[in-house]
């Protein structure tokens, strides 16, 4: 188990959901046998399922509900259900228009992930979900909780911002000038190279150096399983989910890829001194070209949400695998082969959330923006 240090280790995503829960928790033992039945659903309603791997579990979301299944320590499967709270942004339409509801459905995960992420740690600390006999902690504060995750994450997303954008950008700048290059495209493709090489050695070494990753990459690869079950037309049970690949083209990872990728195409064609023409203090320099690229960042966002929605509808397309072939190759990094005990956790929530979304049939058919899992700052 993943114990409460080192569940702060792990990046949180934002978000602050007021809306109760709609049914209670629910505890289930490992030996319980989970149901057997295939789901009857559109095929196009599976682009509306999505989910993200989390502490000692795993996050799945539809349209209006989403369900958090996680193993407490004793080695119940806990699973919680609640209905996805419309916030202001999310209720301004113009948001969800192409191109635009990219940055949109991005915030939305990891707003959602951020309460996932809540509740995961609640269930490793919570006295009643421990071991017989084992050391109990006392739990903190539902206010020291939020505290701790909110301020994870902006530590997270501020650590982000200046290993794989800031300082690509400074070592470009500064090993260009010393090599005696003026090119500003020049610098921008090194720029660029080093954050895609920062990136791809980020997601590497963390699966490498630390056992609590590689357990949350393996809830990562439970969560694709899962969803590739339901999207498939097959029974949501362990052995069904098994014989699915560990890899989804609507993955957080393809997104971060993407994005790389677009990178490279907007910005080294993009002038690097815009302001004045030509090189000046090479800080300041820096420092306009990283605002520049953070006002152009949510369109590249929206440009990668679209294509990622293109590789989950035609994900059998010979010629989409061959193009979004690099974001189902990186993966392999971001997901593990799950256990038995990982899959059954993703089926839980799996299911939990398709029999909230079918017991409650909407009058009027809204579509969600949905990431399959978010880009990992750790996994997704």
């Known amino acids: 188990m993943i114990d409460a240090n080192t569940a702060e280790l792990i990046p949180a995503f934002f978000g602050n959901f007021a809306q109760p829960p709609e049914r209670s928790p629910r505890a289930r033992n490992l030996s319980g046998a989970p149901p057997s039945y295939t789901l009857s659903m559109p095929r196009g309603e599976y682009l509306q399922y999505g989910g993200q791997a989390i502490i000692e579990g795993v996050m799945m979301r539809s349209p209006r509900y989403f369900s958090v299944a996680c193993r407490a320590p004793n080695g119940q499967i806990v699973v919680e259900t609640e209905a996805i709270e419309k916030t202001w942004i999310g209720r301004q339409r113009w948001l969800k228009w192409p191109f635009l509801r990219g940055s949109l459905a991005l915030l939305d995960s990891m707003a959602l992930g951020s309460k996932a992420m809540r509740f995961a740690t609640s269930v490793q600390m919570d006295p009643k979900y421990q071991e017989p006999g084992g050391e ?55 720029a660029e190279l080093i954050k895609a090489v920062l990136f791809i050695g980020y997601i590497w070494a963390i699966g490498q150096f630390s056992d609590s990753i590689r357990d949350v990459f393996r809830y990562h690869g439970a969560e694709h399983k899962a969803i590739n079950t339901l999207e498939h037309d097959r029974p949501l049970i362990i052995e069904e989910c098994k014989l ?45 070209r990283v605002l520049i690229e953070i006002a152009i960042l949510p369109f590249i966002a929206g440009i990668a949400y679209e294509l990622l929605r293109i590789a989950g509808k035609f994900r059998d397309d010979r010629l989409v695998k061959m193009l979004f072939s690099p974001g189902l190759a990186t993966q392999y990094l971001t997901t593990r082969e799950p256990r038995e005990d990982q899959i059954e956790v993703a089926l839980e929530a799996l299911k939990a959330v398709v029999e909230a979304e079918e017991s409650h049939p909407s009058a009027t058919k809204e579509e969600s923006n949905v990431i399959e899992s978010t880009p990992p700052a750790v996994a997704g």
């Open 136 to 190: 109990t902690v006392a739990a903190p504060s539902k206010r020291v909780q939020d505290a701790t995750v909110a301020g994870t994450m902006v530590l997270a997303l501020v650590i982000g911002f200046l290993i794989f954008n800031y300082l690509p950008n400074a070592l470009a700048e500064y090993s260009q000038r010393a090599m005696g290059a003026h090119s500003g495209a020049r610098i921008n493709f090194v």
């Open 244 to 288: 699915q690949t560990r890899l989804h083209p609507r993955c957080g990872t393809s997104f971060a890829i993407i994005v790389l990728l677009l990178g490279f195409i907007v910005f080294i064609p993009l002038p690097r001194y815009p302001v004045t023409g030509h090189q000046g203090n090479p800080l300041v320099d820096v420092t306009v």
